[in-house]
């Protein structure tokens, strides 16, 4: 029964699906709202139809989730890290075993290529084996101290954590999250994107068959209101949130009140610096990989591509050419490579964009028009054509702002400290990209971008062993890699005496 929606993934095409089974996980199960009257439509992108109601959490839900997490913590923290990391090791399991059901109900729901949902998911299980691998190393610290005295520090979860996430990576998003939390031994609720609410259930389903204390990880539906009422929560110790800079400084203000720990995973306009001794083909490559994933909706796109004068026409051509080949269409066809953005108002939001950049004076080389597949099941669907944007400045809005759809500016450049001055004149610090062949240009030039990542010669790779946050206003704390054990967990330090008390009274 749980599992029904998942099961009619292998034959579920575009246009076909219906989610009917309630979205919200705790105590160990789905768990129908408590009212229906805010319900909201949810839509599948490719086609405009609806595929289900998201049905917000209000606060007795929001505190029957919190309250069932906490007494899963109070389980789950008592095992030792080899029993959780067995756990979480059967859930990686099982995620890689239903990868492709679990895919193409992400496709459904996010409009994204199922070849990119593929490795969405392929990332998600490898975050939880990751991190299942780090749960058995979790150690403290042995101190001496003076007269036989010593000390030693105890490695100790959070309690509960909340997880907020966006809706361009939904599933990979709840393992990144959970991942690192459950290991160090918290318990989480995690509240997806209003948009894409049907996949982070399925994780929780995985968890709880995998052997997690009934209540270990949870998920609450809802938009702002639900995020409110979790980052207010007394019981919350940490909030973890993915989203954008003016709804991350709300959280950070709102967890400030009860002191929670927090980590802002926000936006970006991240610069890409394309030097004219580069590989032009990988250059032109790693271009499209900055900024053609999921329909351009990445926070660490590389939407700024500064190119050297000299290999401007060869490079402009190259990615124009390979632009207009980028399949467009059914996100379910295995040849597709571009699906649906995720909403109308944001598909609106991008043509807005672009239509702006012509009016400051850009050149449209290609794309940046709604598209129409001739599939007529996708005719009411959120396509537009991939855009490059030529002859862009520094102060044109398609440079400075966040578009979070498929277009990318070009600008050009001269020398290498002109261009890093450009580069770093951004509030945002989430990403940043260099491709020459010169290795100590190449160095250098990571060390001066002002940017949580740097990558040289590719783009856009996102291996779980290395750490991904923000500088800047692109947020603090980090996610994957083993320094995200710290954001998880806090040390106690433990103060031993063998000799007498020495009293100053
Ligand atoms: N750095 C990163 O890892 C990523 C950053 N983003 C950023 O997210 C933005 C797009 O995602 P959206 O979902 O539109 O962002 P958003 O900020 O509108 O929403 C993000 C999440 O926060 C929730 N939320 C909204 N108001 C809230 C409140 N007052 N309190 C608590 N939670 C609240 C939403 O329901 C959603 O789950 C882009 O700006 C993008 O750059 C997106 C993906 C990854
Ligand atoms: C997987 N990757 C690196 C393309 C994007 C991950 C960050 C995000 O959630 O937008």
Known sequence: MAQSTLDTMPGAS??????????????????????????????????????CQMVP????????????????????????????????????????????KIAKLEVINNGKSITEALVDIDIAWQTIEYYAGMAGTLAGQHVQLPGGAFAYTRREPLGVCVGIGAWNYPFQIASWKSAPALACGNAMVFKPSPMTPVTAVILAEIYKEAGVPDGLFCVVQGGAETGTLLCQHPMVAKVSFTGSVPTGKKVMEMSSKTVKQVTLELGGKSPLIIFKDCDLENAVKGALMANFLTQGQVCCNGTRVYVQKEIMPQFLAEVVKRTKAIPVGDPLLDGTRMGALISKPQLDKVLGFVKQAKEQGAKVLCGGEPLV?????????????????????????CVKEEIFGPVMSVLPFDTEEEVLKRANNTTFGLASGVFTRDISRAHRV????EAGTCFINNYNISPVEVPFGGYKMSGFGRENGQVTIEYYSQLKTVVVEMGDVDSLF
């Open 14 to 51: 575009t246009g076909t699906v219906v989610v009917n089974e309630p979205l919200n996980f705790w105590a160990g199960k789905r768990v129908k709202p408590r009212e229906e009257k805010n319900a909201e439509p949810v839509f599948e992108p490719a086609t405009g139809r609806v595929l």
């Open 57 to 100: 959490c209000g606060e007795q839900e929001v505190d029957e989730a919190i309250k069932s997490a906490h007494a899963a913590y109070l389980k789950w923290s008592k095992m030792s890290g080899m029993e959780r990391a067995r756990v979480m090791l059967e859930a990686a399991r099982i995620i890689r075993e239903r990868r492709e």
């Open 373 to 397: 597949p001739s599939d007529p099941k996708l005719k009411g669907g959120y396509f537009m054509s991939p855009c490059v944007l030529d002859s862009c400045r520094d102060d044109m809005t």
């Open 446 to 449: 990571a060390a001066n971008l």
